[in-house]
């Protein structure tokens, strides 16, 4: 039996800059994400005092902050042991952390997508859920398939990775919050469509509170016990087929195109292959799959 090509759900990338100058800010600010003070560069701490957190607007600058300019790869010194042996020890501060570039390259994702209309459902601090629509005749719900992406630094390779993942089907109502509210408790509404946006329902703006006729449900049990709509049978098609064939599309519709790497330059045309078969490293990731051309 001949072994199949393998391959993780893993792209690897450059760095868009060598460089970046990300601004700070010692108080919260709309708009500005916070950032813990182990994940800072020393001048911010040294500029604004300690304190548990700092804000950030990454590259827009605003009244009031402090810019700072680091590297996106470290330095590194070489030094000698007691034993003359040479080795190598990186220059701190020398560049921005992984969590910063982390949070950075996933801002930047997530202002993409938002830009070409795609509903975006971010977690700013580790990775970002982008929702496609399916078309699918049904006059109950507009359906959508999620993607993960995730930012992780050599986890595989030597070089910054995307880990892209498939998180299944949601349904998003027809009928908005104002139809449904005399039949669903508020309680059990969770996260609901506003105008392309996702959000809690409890995060609503005042616009989306006065304006129910616009806001839409994402089904969830609550909704469903409500309505005493029936369970749905589980799919129980190949696990693995569906799964790999739902991130080559996305891949293929979304990621490997000019305009995505412009942002993020995917220096590859596929996902990685697996040259060595010990894996060890990263099967601690439950997100890590491995594809073969002939499952």
């Not at 982390?102 to 859920?129: L, Q």
Request: proline content about 5%; hydrophobic content about 35%; glycine content about 2%.
């Amino acid at each position: 039996m001949p072994t199949p090509n393998l391959t993780f759900n893993i792209l690897t990338f450059s760095h868009p800059s060598d460089e970046y100058t990300f601004c700070f800010y010692k108080d919260e600010r709309e708009n500005l994400q916070r950032v813990h003070k182990s994940l800072v560069p020393d001048e911010v701490i040294n500029e604004f005092g300690d304190q548990d957190h700092y804000y950030t607007s990454f590259e827009e600058n605003c009244v009031g902050a402090l810019s700072v300019s680091k590297l996106s790869k470290p330095i590194y010194n070489p030094a000698v042991d007691e034993n003359g042996e040479e080795f190598w020890i990186k220059k701190e501060n020398s560049a921005f952390s992984k969590s910063m570039l982390k949070r950075f390259y996933i801002d930047k994702i997530r202002t993409h997508f938002i830009s070409i209309g795609v509903i975006v459902k971010a977690n700013f601090v580790d990775d970002i859920e982008v929702w496609l629509p399916v078309v699918i005749n049904n006059t109950d719900y507009n359906f959508f398939d999620k993607y993960t992406l995730k930012i992780q630094f050599a986890m595989v390779s030597n070089k910054p990775e995307i880990l892209v993942t498939y998180e299944g089907q949601s349904k998003v109502f027809r009928k908005s919050i104002a139809d449904l509210m005399s039949l669903v408790a508020p309680d059990c509404f969770n996260w609901v469509l506003h105008k392309n946006s996702l959000c809690k329902y409890e995060d609503l703006t005042e616009d989306a509170k006065r304006n129910y006729s616009e806001v839409f449900p994402v089904l969830n049990f609550d909704i469903r016990d409500a309505l005493h709509l029936p369970t749905e049978a589980p799919d129980r098609s190949n696990h693995y087929i569906r799964y790999k064939n739902h991130i080559t599309f996305f891949f293929d519709t979304c990621l490997n195109n000019e305009a995505f790497k412009k942002i993020i330059p995917i220096d590859c045309n596929n996902f990685i292959p697996v040259k060595d078969l010990n894996i060890g490293t990263v099967s601690v990731n439950t997100n890590v799959l491995l594809f073969g051309d002939n499952k």
